[in-house]
């Protein structure tokens, strides 16, 4: 994906600090920080599907459901809580732990 434009990330950091629900389904909050408005965002090492801001050291998880595609985003809150593993899972309810 190319990096995104200060402008872009600056209005959709706004809209999403006032709406979380929502951003599991924009692309592009998979690079934007909800703490800090960095889009320096690298994957965490050794951890998959977790991602940190290189800014303020957040982390959060962020991939796509393995039962039907939707993205899971730990910053959602319509992105529910698993309750055999803790973990936040995607709005139909499947968890990888399952497997
Ligand atoms: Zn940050
Ligand atoms: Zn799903
Ligand atoms: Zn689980």
């Given at each position: 994906m190319e990096p995104l434009d200060k402008d872009t990330a600056k209005k959709l950091y706004k809209y999403y600090r006032q709406n979380r629900d929502g951003i599991r389904n924009c692309p592009e909050m998979g690079t934007?920080?909800?703490?800090?408005?960095?889009?320096n965002i690298d994957p965490v090492e050794g951890v998959p599907n977790q991602f940190v801001c290189r800014n303020c050291r957040f982390k959060f998880i962020r991939y796509q459901c393995s039962a039907c595609g939707s993205t899971v985003d730990s910053?959602?809150?319509?992105?529910p809580l698993c309750e055999e593993c803790g973990l936040r899972i995607c709005t139909c309810g499947t968890c990888e732990c399952e497997k």
């Amino acid at each position: 994906m190319e990096p995104l434009d200060k402008d872009t990330a600056k209005k959709l950091y706004k809209y999403y600090r006032q709406n979380r629900d929502g951003i599991r389904n924009c692309p592009e909050m998979g690079t934007i920080c909800l703490i800090c408005e960095s889009i320096n965002i690298d994957p965490v090492e050794g951890v998959p599907n977790q991602f940190v801001c290189r800014n303020c050291r957040f982390k959060f998880i962020r991939y796509q459901c393995s039962a039907c595609g939707s993205t899971v985003d730990s910053r959602d809150p319509r992105n529910p809580l698993c309750e055999e593993c803790g973990l936040r899972i995607c709005t139909c309810g499947t968890c990888e732990c399952e497997k």
